[in-house]
């Protein structure tokens, strides 16, 4: 059998009729060689089919043209049936391959994993480093920035700026204007009874999320009534039945995230409460099962997509060294009204 040679530079320069430097300008972007030579060198390249060398090509770019996404999350958690992490990842993902780079997904759930990402991204094998569904003051982002390495969050980073000053941009949604504008909904449509099951908060969106609850009900004059669960379906139906224990009477709720507000759906039918006769429901995310939820949620539509696409454009921008960058981008949230409230 024989085997056809890969084309080298020097078959493309003798093609081109001109040196190897000077198709190693137009292979790596160089603005500047001429147009007719540029279209030369192309032609040459698309005729014999040569495809660079990256590992040589990138010794001459410093670039790797491959990007991290860092989720400190099990593998257990990434590919659940929470539907956040397909969609964060398909933002980030449409983004990059319109910029022509290589997405690469690590997950990060221990402390031995941060370890070896940062070693990882250290090395130089990457360009640049994301982080989405952070826990903690986690320090790795702004050690990270204190290397010189490019890092963007999805979230506000709970951790301080790192000792050397450089801050962590990120790319967040307004969990608490959102949770405002659904409890409100609940007090103007009657509801007095109104509970929370409240995400992690070790986590931004928990935090937040929370708050903004705190802070309508306050408003209103109304009590309070708390349980937490960690943004998984299970969480939301013992958080809900731990509602219910507590007071009976409850006629309303707003839950962090739709998976919760899916398993509160289920504590309440097993309990014989009907929604939303007896108990209003309003969830958080707007993924697509809360459309075909029995009833239909109401929820707060976060852009996740949107955030990950945000987050890659950012990313590029601080690789490419663009000036006026903003540290945060904060993306609107929006109430879906459907039949559960």
């Given amino acids: 059998m024989v085997t056809r040679e890969r084309p080298t530079l020097e078959a493309v320069a003798r093609r081109a009729g001109v040196s190897r430097a000077t198709v190693s300008r137009v292979v790596n972007g160089s603005t500047s060689v001429a147009a007719s030579i540029r279209e030369a060198v192309t032609r040459a390249v698309d005729e014999l089919g040569y495809v660079p060398n990256q590992a040589a090509r990138s010794l001459v770019t410093q670039r790797t043209e491959s990007i991290a996404l860092i989720l400190p999350e099990t593998a257990n958690r990434v590919f659940s049936d929470d539907l956040f992490f397909p969609a964060i990842i398909r933002g980030v993902g449409v983004e990059l391959e319109a910029a022509d780079k290589q997405l690469v997904l690590m ?14 991204a250290v090395a130089g094998h990457v360009d640049g480093v994301m982080f989405a569904s952070m826990h903690g003051a986690d320090p790795l982002p702004g050690t990270l920035v204190s290397l010189g390495i490019p890092v963007i969050c999805s979230g506000r980073p709970l951790s301080l700026p790192n000792p050397r000053g450089a801050g962590v941009p990120y790319v967040d949604v ?3 204007g959102g949770v405002c504008a659904a409890v409100r909904h609940l007090v103007a449509t009657g509801r007095r009874r109104i509970a929370t099951i409240a995400g992690p908060q070790d986590m931004v969106a928990g935090i937040d999320r ?3 609850y705190r802070a309508t009900l306050e408003e209103a004059g109304l009590a309070q009534h708390v349980a937490l669960g960690d943004f998984t379906r299970e969480s939301g139906i013992q958080a ?6 507590d007071d009976p009477k409850l006629d309303a709720v707003f ?3 739709d998976m919760m507000a899916h398993g509160a759906l289920i504590a309440l039918k097993d309990a014989g409460r009907r929604v939303p006769t007896d108990v209003a429901v309003i969830g958080f995310d707007d993924f697509e099962i809360s459309r075909y939820s029995d009833p239909p949620l109401t929820t707060v539509r976060q852009p996740i997509a949107d955030m990950g696409r945000t ?3 950012q990313l590029l921008g601080l690789i ?7 540290d945060a981008v904060v993306l609107p949230t929006e109430l879906v009204v459907r039949e559960s409230a």
């Fill in 107 to 120: 997950m990060a759930g221990s402390l031995k994993s941060h370890g070896r990402v940062e070693r990882y």
């Fill in 174 to 176: 307004d969990h608490f």
């Fill in 210 to 212: 929370l708050a903004g």
């Fill in 240 to 245: 809900m039945r731990t509602l219910l224990a």
């Fill in 255 to 257: 839950v962090a995230s």
């Fill in 311 to 313: 987050m890659a454009r």
């Fill in 320 to 326: 490419n060294g663009e000036q006026g960058l903003p």
